[in-house]
């Protein structure tokens, strides 16, 4: 199982970025996927996840502002971040899940992370 998270990039407040997730090495269709985030000298936290179906759930801090979406065809999971705010900087790490949680423990497998930085 490999993913491979792209997208990151320095923004300032307000911007936007789009972060993706290559997902090789099994049936992503058969699986949940989530967001994960970890700050400097903060636990890792779930930021959104979506099942196969295109069921989502968000940490409350997301407050409407991302959106998690998967292409099943080519195997590629998104999360569109608008209205970025510097508490948003973090390593951004997508995940496969089982169970479908925002709980970090449910990751089955990690990508190497996506670096996320929101400064004016």
């Known amino acids: 199982v490999q993913l491979v998270e792209s997208g990151g990039g320095s923004v300032q407040p307000g911007g936007s970025l789009t972060l993706s997730c290559a997902v090789s090495?099994?049936?992503?269709?058969?699986?949940?996927m989530g967001w994960f985030r970890q700050a400097p000298g903060k636990a890792r936290e779930g930021v959104a996840t979506?099942?196969?179906?295109?069921?989502?759930d968000y940490a409350d801090f997301v407050d409407g502002r991302f959106t998690i979406s998967r292409d099943n065809a080519q195997s590629t999971l998104y999360l569109q971040m608008n209205s970025l705010k510097p508490e948003d900087s973090a390593m951004y790490y997508c995940a496969a899940l089982y169970p479908c949680s925002l709980a970090a423990f449910a990751a089955r497998s990690w990508g190497q992370g996506t670096q996320v930085t929101v400064s004016s």
């Open positions: 979506i099942d196969y179906d295109g069921r989502t």
């Open positions: 090495g099994y049936t992503s269709r058969t699986v949940c």
